[in-house]
């Protein structure tokens, strides 16, 4: 755990295309503040993402729209 992180969480692991899995995980930090993290892992690299709730509120509305316009097949 890093500096200034209380606890982190981890809420859910996807497989995702091309043989990359994102974790998703809150983060608490001292002081009570929360921030949702994705972590993607392709293959032994790491890229960590932050998102307060009103960007992550902002992403999944995104997500959402473009998701709907563009089925599974």
């Not at 969480?9 to 043989?19: G, L, R």
């Not at 930090?29 to 790491?46: D, H, N, P, Q, S």
């Not at 998102?51 to 902002?58: F, G, Q, V, W, Y």
């Amino acid at each position: 755990m890093s500096a200034g992180h209380q606890s982190i969480t981890d809420i859910e692991v996807i497989a995702a295309p091309w043989n990359k899995q994102v974790t998703v995980q809150e983060v608490t930090y001292e002081g009570g503040f929360k921030m949702v993290r994705l972590r993607i892992k392709e293959g032994k690299r790491f890229t960590d993402l932050e998102l307060d709730s009103a960007t992550a509120i902002n992403l999944a509305g995104l997500l959402q729209v473009w998701s709907e316009a563009n089925p599974a097949k």
